[in-house]
């Protein structure tokens, strides 16, 4: 049963579509053998992690994905990439990602379906347009282009909004979205191409430790060796840590959106949009209109009953989902005025810091984490692939090494406490810092991303 439109309250079950498939050049099943370097995820992050590393010169790469390629977390996501972010190394994370995003079709041959429409940020209270002034200033410390806009300004990139009380609009032209499952795809045949091997429908049982280094691993009901895993396990990456004997807050917390019916003007080419003072965001999605936000009660999972190979599966929460469209519709009323086409939903995987769990685990040789995404595990991939490859070099960056899991080890953390503050770093997405006008810094959690 097909909800018809927005204002109707009776009960309906949208069905979210996965991506899936082999990719844009088929490759011949493969299964889990002996390597050098073993990747567990076949999504966004697992696959740019296998293609920087096959560019850096790892020649026996094997990724080993449960399910289907991009079939789980990266395959709902909504593909936004937003570069503004509130410090400088995350918005040079972000410009690498649209570095490559804007070239790995002419490198590679595999298209991510990129579209550089650019984006604007709204802001509807003096305090938030404050904040959007610090956020500039960081954007532009690290090379990024952007600009107010005018009333007329805004008008033009955006017909389809009516702005009225907009207080501020940063824009910033080279901010877009992708397709995830076209870049995971892109990821995996550039790999493929590389020499790496993906075994999809291999689900990883058991890790075998020598000596205090990862020796091998469990799949497919057998064990291969390995001298490295690197775990991009999204929202199972607790689960695969845990075979290691490794504690890790990686904690999934709900998200989902809502793709309209074809609504009169709105288009591919159109700006995203960043609302964060009502926490949303939109975009076009071919003619209909995509919009998300963040629920200021955030829904997580207990990571120590999530286990390897569990589905993560959600209805739709149509309360939450109402309410996006209801907040919108001051700005687009067309939202409640059309029939729903899809539902996306997944779980994400938070720290409680707010922070990406990346590198070399401190109590056990071999084992790499790439988790802990904070909902940008598509639209960072790239960058935070090469974060990975930074972290297995002699002297990574400062900012890399703020990163590591061995923020965690010794365990001085409580679950119940990690989980309840992963959450809030969901639900304080879009928040304002204490004050605005303060330069943040490195170290303050990132917001107003997306």
């Not at 094997?62 to 509130?86: H, K, M, P």
């Not at 067309?334 to 707010?354: H, I, K, L, Y």
């Amino acid at each position: 049963m097909r909800r018809s439109c927005w204002p109707m309250t009776v009960g309906v079950a949208e069905v979210s579509v996965s991506a899936g498939g082999t990719g844009p050049r088929e490759a011949a099943v493969a299964e889990a053998r002996d390597a050098e370097v073993t990747i567990i995820g076949g999504g966004a992050v697992g696959c740019a992690v296998a293609y920087a590393l096959a560019r850096a010169g790892y020649r026996d790469i094997q990724v080993l994905e449960q399910g289907e390629l991009a079939g789980a977390t990266s395959g709902q996501a909504a593909g936004l990439v937003g570069q503004v972010r509130a410090s400088k190394e995350r918005c040079r994370l972000a410009m690498a990602s649209v570095a490559q995003y804007a070239r790995i079709e002419q490198e590679t041959g595999f298209t991510a379906d990129w579209r550089q429409t650019g984006s604007v940020r709204i802001a509807l209270s003096a305090r938030r347009a404050a904040e959007f002034q610090v956020l500039a200033e960081v954007a532009r410390s690290a090379g990024l282009e952007v600009e107010f806009l005018n009333a007329a300004r805004l008008a033009e990139l955006c017909p389809m909004l009516d702005t009225t009380g907009v207080a501020a609009a940063l824009w910033c032209p080279t901010d877009g979205y992708l397709q995830p499952s076209s870049l995971v795809m892109a990821y995996a045949g550039a790999a493929r191409d590389r020499g790496v091997t993906v075994a999809t429908h291999t689900t990883v049982t058991g890790l075998r430790i020598t000596g205090g280094r990862v020796s091998g691993i469990v799949a497919g009901g057998r064990c291969v060796a390995t001298d490295m895993v690197i775990n991009a396990a999204g929202p199972w990456a607790g689960a695969v840590a845990s075979m290691a004997g490794l504690h890790l807050p990686v904690v999934p917390v709900r998200h989902e959106y809502f793709v309209t019916q074809a609504v009169p003007g709105w288009h591919a080419g159109l700006p995203v949009l960043r609302i964060p003072d009502i926490r949303l965001y939109a975009r076009a999605e071919g003619h209909g209109i995509l919009c998300g936000g963040w629920e200021p009660d955030g829904l997580s999972l207990d990571p120590r009953e999530v286990t390897i190979g569990q589905p993560l599966a959600v209805p739709p929460d149509w309360d939450v989902l109402s309410g996006f469209a209801r907040d919108l519709a001051r700005f687009a009323p067309a939202v409640t005025q059309t029939g729903v086409r899809e539902v996306f939903r997944g779980f994400p995987a938070f720290s409680p810091d707010g922070r990406f769990i990346v590198g070399p685990a401190p109590a056990l040789r071999g084992f790499v984490m790439a988790a802990a995404c904070n909902a940008h595990g598509v639209s960072g991939s790239a960058g935070l692939a090469e974060h990975v490859l930074e972290s297995l070099q002699p002297d990574p960056s400062p900012y890399v090494q703020s990163l590591s899991p061995a923020r965690f080890h010794p365990r001085t953390w409580d679950w119940d406490t990690a989980r309840a503050q992963a959450e809030r770093i969901y639900e304080n997405y879009y928040s304002l810092p204490p004050n605005p006008r303060r330069q943040p810094s490195a170290s303050r959690p990132p917001n107003g991303a997306g």
